[in-house]
Each structure stands twice: as C-alpha cells, then as structure tokens.
T-cell receptor, first 113, second 113 residues
Framework: AQSVTQLDSQVPVFEEAPVELRCNYSSSVSVYLFWYVQYPNQGLQLLLKYLSGSTLVKGINGFEAEFNKSQTSFHLRKPSVHISDTAEYFCAVSDPAGTALIFGKGTTLSVSS | EAGVAQSPRYKIIEKRQSVAFWCNPISGHATLYWYQQILGQGPKLLIQFQNNGVVDDSQLPKDRFSAERLKGVDSTLKIQPAKLEDSAVYLC???????????FGPGTRLTVL
C-alpha cells in the first residue's frame, strides 16, 4: 500500500530565507507525486506534480521539487520565501492507474518578518 | 472557468442528527472525489465516482455515510446519524479523467456537538 510521510509538522522561517519541506513516500509501483498548498479556510491548490520525465519539477509561486527514486523522496524547495507563503503544504501520491490521492499529514510553513 | 462549488461552507449539528453536503464539480469533469480532512491531518478519500458509478468507496463508513452522483454531475454526501468524530472538513474534488489533476472545492466545515 502507498503511504506518504511529511517529516516536519511545522517549519518556521524568516522572510527571504530558503526553505525545504520534506516528503518521503512508500510504494511498490510507479507513482505520481504532488504538492498542494492550503491557505486558511480554502481548498487545496496544486503547486506542482511529477508524472514522468525530468526529476526536477517547477511549479507555481517559485516552488520546485525534485523526485528522487532511490531515496523515495519528493522534497519541496523555494529559494526565497515571502510572508504570503504562510500556509499548510501537503505532499500526495497516486498511481498511474488513476487511484485517488493519498496525502501526508501536512507541514505548516510559517514565514515571519 | 468556474471552480468546484460546495455548500454549505459551515455546518454545526448535534450528535445523532443527520447532515448533507452538496458538490458541483467543474463542467465536463468525469471524476469526482469526496475527502474527509480531520484537524491536523491530510485529506483522506471517502469515495470516488467516475461519471455516476462508484470507483472506490472502501474507506466510506457505510453504516452512516452515503453518497450519490445522479446524472454524473452534482453529488451529495450524507451522514446519518452523525458522531462526534465526524467533525472535519469535507472536501470535494473533480478531475477531467481519473489520472488528471484534481481541483478542490473550498470544503464544508462540519462541527458535531
């Protein structure tokens, strides 16, 4: 069975600092990987996705993630964060057969000035 | 294009009462999902529809939860009777096809007292 582990429940950073949110997955089959962001009282918005091809994936709002098959990781990075990036971030996995997403527990990113 | 619509946005009920949530997916999206998001956790799939047929309802507590998608468009999720542990945000998502990007609605926050 597939599962997702987000290694940090909370990540506090200062504005303009770099950030990495860590995600590991377990699966015995090929996977699709996603990062979603959730702002307070809103639904989830897709940041980026890995389906195949280049292991470095660029998304919206300056975020990027790297798929590492040997380490079964899909860490999210941003070189310089803004106050507006404060939100909950979820890593998710599905398989190419079209099953629903399996989410991690989320990481709260808090950006302060 | 219009996003996924959900109503109501908030609902407070007492335990053993019944409640229903409504979702209108993005026009043309064949696949519809209901997720339950308990505070501090990632969303968990309750049920997945492909058009008006059920693809996966393995995690739906069928003794109290029911869902339907008549005519393959709108969907309703019902809880009867509600328990305290049903307090959560119920998210609806849709995708053009089963392996496509999922678009999420704003969710319905349910509080069971």
């Amino acid at each position: 069975a597939q599962s997702v582990t987000q290694l940090d429940s909370q990540v506090p950073v200062f504005e303009e600092a770099p950030v990495e949110l860590r995600c590991n997955y377990s699966s015995s089959v090929s996977v699709y990987l996603f990062w979603y962001v959730q702002y307070p009282n809103q639904g989830l918005q897709l940041l980026l996705k890995y389906l195949s091809g280049s292991t470095l994936v660029k998304g919206i709002n300056g975020f990027e993630a790297e798929f590492n098959k040997s380490q079964t990781s899909f860490h999210l990075r941003k070189p310089s964060v803004h106050i507006s990036d404060t939100a909950e971030y979820f890593c998710a996995v599905s398989d190419p057969a079209g099953t629903a997403l399996i989410f991690g527990k989320g990481t709260t990113l808090s950006v302060s000035s | 294009e219009a996003g996924v619509a959900q109503s109501p946005r908030y609902k407070i009920i007492e335990k053993r009462q019944s409640v229903a949530f409504w979702c209108n997916p993005i026009s043309g999206h064949a696949t519809l999902y209901w997720y339950q998001q308990i505070l501090g956790q990632g969303p968990k799939l309750l049920i997945q529809f492909q058009n008006n047929g059920v693809v996966d309802d393995s995690q739906l507590p069928k003794d109290r939860f029911s869902a339907e998608r008549l005519k393959g468009v709108d969907s309703t999720l019902k809880i009867q009777p509600a328990k305290l542990e049903d307090s959560a945000v119920y998210l609806c998502a849709s995708s053009f096809e089963a392996v496509g990007e999922q678009f999420f609605g704003p969710g319905t926050r349910l509080t069971v007292l």
